[in-house]
């Protein structure tokens, strides 16, 4: 209760979409300083945080994107942990990647709910440049297309790997090593019916044999984003912009903790 009782207040929201939607646009107005009413486009519902989505569009541009994190329990550490990581990150003064900027967060109202706004990532997502390949207008552009997507990929990859490199290392007990391995294997488990037999026992043997020498030699942490997606890094004039740090975290650090724990 003591993190969310440092954000801003605002008021409760609505439960109605509709209605939910209209008081988003007044308090986006106001706080944003927004010439004019922006238009609130209808939520989607982020898949690991249960947070309703929102884009605020100002001008024909998404100016802003607000997250509902629901009345589960969740909410303010989900929000702790984005801020958390979004300093984080932030801190490293990155070549290459940036996180997303945080513009406000909020306490709504008795609801329990927290809003949680962030500006538009500039460029295009990656989903974004893998479609712009199919919907080139001939040949040649579609080769033009398909070799920015590999630059731009790359640069994305090299982003990556500079957050990696710039963790700071940290020592991981053998217990919550060998907890992600059992984890892994579980999901591979799920997916058995998804494919050939003689590919599963491949595929788990050799997880088998690369868990066994994770659990047993001494592996630094690494900060990883936790859900990198295409759609969760937009690129612009050759730097990236990370979305959705919710879930970043120390991968194999002591109990695979948040990075800002």
Do not use: W
Request: zero cysteines; a neutral charge; charged letters at 25%.
């Amino acid at each position: 209760d003591a993190f969310p009782a440092q954000l801003e207040r605002a008021p409760e929201l609505p439960t109605e979409i509709g209605a939910r939607k209209a008081a988003i646009a007044k308090q986006m107005k106001d706080y944003l300083g927004l010439k004019g009413e922006p238009e609130i486009i209808a939520p989607e519902t982020d898949p690991l945080s249960g947070a309703q989505v929102f884009l605020v569009k100002h001008n024909g541009e998404v100016v802003a994107v607000y997250k509902v994190f629901v009345n589960n329990g969740k909410g303010p550490l989900t929000v702790m942990n984005e801020l958390g990581a979004n300093e984080t990150l932030g801190s490293m003064g990155s070549n290459l990647s940036q996180p997303v900027r945080t513009l406000g967060a909020f306490r709504l109202g008795k609801s329990g709910e927290i809003g949680y706004v962030m500006e538009a990532a500039p460029g295009k997502d990656f989903y974004g440049v893998y479609k712009g390949i199919g919907k080139a207008p001939s040949p040649q552009a579609r080769v033009q297309a398909l070799e920015a997507a590999v630059r731009d990929t790359e640069i994305m990859a090299r982003a990556m790997a500079e957050m990696h490199k710039g963790s700071k290392p940290g020592t991981t007990a053998v217990e919550a090593k060998s907890q992600s391995v059992q984890s892994t294997l579980k999901h591979l488990e799920s997916l058995r019916g998804r494919m050939p037999d003689d590919v599963y026992q491949a595929m788990r043997a050799r997880l088998e044999q690369v868990g066994k020498g994770f659990v047993e030699n001494d592996v630094p942490g690494r900060i990883t984003h936790g859900d990198a997606h295409p759609g969760n890094f937009f690129i612009k004039d050759g730097k990236v912009t990370m979305i959705d740090l919710e879930t970043a975290m120390e991968a194999v650090g002591p109990g695979g903790r948040g990075i800002n724990s």
